[in-house]
């Protein structure tokens, strides 16, 4: 008797636990980002201060005001000379000690999810040395440095499940295989340990 009831409780968890922590999330991050807002707002010297009373609505127009500004610099990206200025900053960022790691790291981590095809990495199946165990991975890189001469190694990086985080490892082009996945849902496939119904090819 006292199983069941605990069964039932634990489904009503299943049930409540992630809407809930969705909703928190959700909630959490709308109100860090109109204080965002309201900071560009003020920052940029557009309003002095923000009225009690409209607060909440100030700070989503400053939301706005910050998303169409990434909108411009993605714009200007497209032009030679923006780029030229872009790559002047990326080297002097990548110079500074302390900095270099931040910077270098964040970026490669935006490319890695929304870079171009083929620059950004793509998930294979990795066999690792022996042929007994197959491993989701996800190629970042198809030339990468450290490797010796005649040594055609590719990057690939083993996601861990339900943690950040996993081993690289040089792996052989012949052991990696493509699969058609998006690398957002490979990484969501070993965040949750492949609980979702997804199924990938190239089995």
């Known amino acids: 008797m006292i199983k069941k009831q605990i069964k039932i ?7 409540v636990i992630p809407v809930a922590f969705t909703v928190w999330l959700v909630v ?6 109109t204080t965002m807002g309201e900071k560009v707002l003020v920052g940029t010297g557009i309003i002095s201060e923000i009225p009690p009373e409209y607060g909440s609505c100030m700070g989503w127009a400053g939301v706005l005001l910050l998303v169409v ?3 411009l610099v993605g714009l200007m990206t497209r032009f030679l000379l923006f780029k030229k200025i ?11 000690p302390g900095i270099k790691i931040i910077y270098e790291s964040t970026r490669d981590l935006l490319e890695l999810f929304g ?8 998930p294979v199946l990795y066999t690792a040395p ?4 197959r491993m989701l991975g996800i190629v970042t890189n198809e030339n990468p440095a450290g490797r010796p001469p005649g040594d055609d190694s590719v990057l690939v990086y083993l996601p861990m499940g339900y943690m950040i985080g996993g081993p690289i490892v040089y792996a052989s082009p012949a052991s990696v295989e493509k699969l058609d996945m998006s690398v957002e849902t490979a ?8 609980i979702a119904k997804e199924e ?3 089995n």
């Open 86 to 96: 872009l790559d002047m900053v990326d080297r002097l960022l990548s110079r500074l």
């Open 115 to 122: 870079g171009d095809a083929g620059k950004a990495g793509y």
């Open 200 to 202: 990938i090819s190239g």
């Open 69 to 71: 500004a990434v909108y």
């Open 9 to 15: 409780l634990i489904a009503g968890a299943l049930v």
């Open 130 to 133: 022996g042929g007994n165990i």
């Open 28 to 33: 959490t991050l709308a109100e860090w980002l």
């Open 187 to 194: 990484m969501r496939l070993a965040a949750t340990a492949f």
